[in-house]
């Protein structure tokens, strides 16, 4: 009897496992972020694509609200996005962001300068 328990718990294990949401998929979305001086959103596509719009909140030497799309990816504990409009300078439309905590409804990456930021789902 015992020889066929493990079996049916490595089985129901597998299943568990399998059944729980890929990384991707559940960054999938759309996402709202509220930065002290700018605020933004960015939908996530599962077709590793995204669109953005960012606008300011406390200063107006930009447009009143900036677009953008890429494509994204996550490679192990990081974000990685490539933008492909002119909204960023030459030197950031690659960009990596390391994961601090992403759950079902909250995102928190760390930039390269430290700085966290929290995006949190919209529903």
């Keep these: 009897m015992p020889i066929r328990i493990i ?3 490595a089985c129901g294990l597998a299943m568990f496992v399998g059944c729980e949401r890929s ?3 559940k960054l999938v979305g759309s ?3 509220t930065g002290r001086d700018d605020a933004g959103q960015i939908n996530y596509r599962k077709d590793h694509t995204f669109t953005s719009r ?3 909140v406390t200063y107006t030497h ?3 609200v900036v677009f953008d799309t890429g494509k ?3 490679r192990e504990n990081k974000l990685v996005m490539d933008f492909n409009g002119g909204s960023h300078p030459r030197d950031a439309t690659h960009m990596e962001f390391s994961l601090a905590v992403f759950d079902d409804d909250h995102l928190v990456i760390r930039q390269r300068s430290g700085v966290l930021t929290m995006l949190e789902r919209q529903k």
Excluded: H, K, T, Y
Aim: glycine share 0%.
């Design 31 to 33: 996402w709202r972020v």
């Design 72 to 74: 994204w990816q996550l």
């Design 7 to 9: 079996p049916i718990a």
């Design 62 to 64: 930009q447009p009143p």
């Design 54 to 56: 960012e606008w300011a």
């Design 23 to 25: 990384a991707d998929s």
